[in-house]
């Protein structure tokens, strides 16, 4: 993509309405602008990271055995009625009146509608396990949306939901997707601890929180260091073993590791002084195994291998795929900018030239970015007529992993910069082994 024709709108001031750093630097790098409280359209920058950050979790789903959707974003009020939740739900729920005044609303969440899908069209033992998910906009009424993407009002979601027979299939299907989501947070290169979750209506074991370190984190947390060692994926790990995925399980839940609801000081005085990590963090996935709540409530029931009716155990797993773009920038950032993991970055490389009048450099840029482009490198090339210095400082706040700088100096001897953006180191090579280096 050539700057001069894309749409990438950078602010020089930075903007005075945002608190955090990653709000300031997705409004500065335009990323974003806010259209209605907690509400943002996202500019081309933006929406390629969230593109990124959707298709990583998507494939992690799918490598999980989980099956894509797609559940409408309003739903109607009759159907929170089946569950009790319409009335439990409270302000946060945006309740809308279509023009014959039935009652809708704009879905915060899909328990309610997943279920009553089964409900209607699953009728046997067969059928099951099943995991479904979607990834959809939600909305909710938050009283306090700020932080920009990280609480707004309207956010995009991945949202799972697990049917199984019994308790013991619930379970696996939960250690299915806890792996699921180490996987997929491992991938997008942060570090997201599974944290105990405050146990939900039915109680029990089985709620996790994905937290994100970082010093504007909402909750305070507790965990660990033996967390930052694992490798998730594991070559022997598979999702067909259950004995593993047990074991998996075994082991995040005996590695420390809470929030402040859930902290428990006599487990935490066992963690070894050295290993014990604490600070902030940010949520970025929830999961959450809640037994027959929702099938009991409305209904759902199939018939069992001897014939007697079951109520099928569910569990439902979110990740917060907007929230992530801010929480990654918060966890990836230094003074000039945005720092993006290489999976997750807008573009792998930025081609800046120093001196768009040099003729020999245009034609120089000019080829790199065609040869790049066509060994599929996504490249953002800055070919605007703008002093050399505007456009790194640019190409550091958007925060590409590479840049390639090229002046009249270094084409005039065959060469060109190339600038690590996390590292900050540069290095001078020829156009050819540039090249070569990027497309590997
Ligand atoms: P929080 O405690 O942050 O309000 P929650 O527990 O209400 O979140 P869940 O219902 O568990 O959220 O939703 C799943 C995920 O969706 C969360 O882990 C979070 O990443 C994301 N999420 C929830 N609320 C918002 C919001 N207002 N803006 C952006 N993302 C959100
Ligand atoms: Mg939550």
Known sequence: MRVSRCFLPVLKESPSDAQIVSHKLMLRAGLVRQTAAGIYAWLPLGFRVLKKIEQIVREEQDRAGAIEMLMPTLQPAELWRTSGRYDAYGPEMLRIRDR?????????????????????????????????????????????????????????????????????????????????????????????????????????????????????????????????????????????????????????????????????????????????????????GHIFNFGQLYSEKMGLKVSGSDGSMVTPHMGSYGVGVSRLVGAIIEASHDDNGIVWPEAVAPWRVGLVTMRADDEPTLVAADRLYADLTAAGVETLYDDRDERGGVKLGSMDLIGLPWQVILGPRGIACGTVELKNRRTGEREELSLDSAFARLAA
Request: glycine letters at 8%; a negative charge; zero cysteines.
């Open 100 to 284: 014959h005044d039935r009652e809708m609303l704009y879905g915060p969440t899909n328990e309610e509608m997943l279920t009553a899908i089964f409900r209607d069209d699953v009728k046997s033992y067969r059928d099951l396990p099943r995991t479904l998910y979607h990834i959809q906009w939600k909305f909710r009424d938050e009283v306090r949306p700020r932080f920009g993407v990280m609480r707004g009002r309207e956010f995009l979601m991945k949202d799972a939901y697990s049917f199984d027979l019994d308790e013991g299939g619930a379970r696996l299907s939960y250690y299915t997707q806890l792996l699921a989501y180490l996987r997929t947070f491992q991938r997008m290169g942060i570090q997201a601890v599974p944290m105990k979750a405050a146990s939900g209506p039915i109680g029990g074991d089985l709620s996790h929180e994905f937290i994100v370190l970082a010093p504007t984190g909402e909750s305070e947390v507790f965990y660990d260091s033996a967390f930052e060692q694992i490798d998730w994926n594991r070559a022997d790990l598979d999702y067909s073993d259950e004995a593993g995925l047990h074991g998996l399980f075994e082991q995040v839940s005996s590695t420390y590791a809470a929030t402040d609801e859930t902290h428990d000081q006599a487990l935490w005085a066992k963690v070894p002084d050295e290993r014990r990590r604490t600070g902030r963090g940010i949520e970025v």
